[in-house]
Nanobody
Framework: HVQLVESGGGSEQAGRSLRLSCTAPGFTSNNCGMVWYRQAAGKPREWVSSISTDGTTDYTDSVKGRFTISEDKVKDTVYLQLNSLKPEDTAMYSC??????????????WGQGTQVTVS
């Protein structure tokens, strides 16, 4: 199994920015996409953004125009740029590879996530 590692969270004021990182060794060579999720206190986990193997990106409506997902295939790292932060973005952010194979799914262990707090 491969451990996912998220980083880059923190406490910021509304309107500011953060860049989250998700390191997933092997996800490029395994031909996986990547998904960012977030879970606010007392709420279910929600899908935030994804990037497919061909680079196609998608976002949940509440973050469109503010968040940008990107990847560095050499580093096996996916980033989530959070701009124009809002208090409702406060959540624990986590990532996980996507794809139909074991090597993009159960092969990866969820990381601890990275907390984003916006005031």
């Amino acid at each position: 199994h491969v451990q996912l590692v998220e980083s880059g969270g923190g406490s910021e004021q509304a309107g500011r920015s953060l860049r989250l990182s998700c390191t997933a060794p092997g996800f490029t060579s395994n031909n996986c996409g990547m998904v960012w999720y977030r879970q606010a206190a007392g709420k279910p986990r929600e899908w935030v953004s994804s990037i497919s193997t061909d680079g196609t990106t998608d976002y949940t409506d509440s973050v469109k125009g503010r968040f940008t997902i990107s990847e560095d295939k050499v580093k096996d790292t996916v980033y989530l740029q959070l701009n124009s932060l809002k208090p409702e973005d406060t959540a624990m952010y986590s990532c996980h590879p996507s794809g139909g194979s074991y090597y993009c799914g159960a092969n990866y262990l969820w990381g601890q996530g990275t907390q984003v707090t916006v005031s």
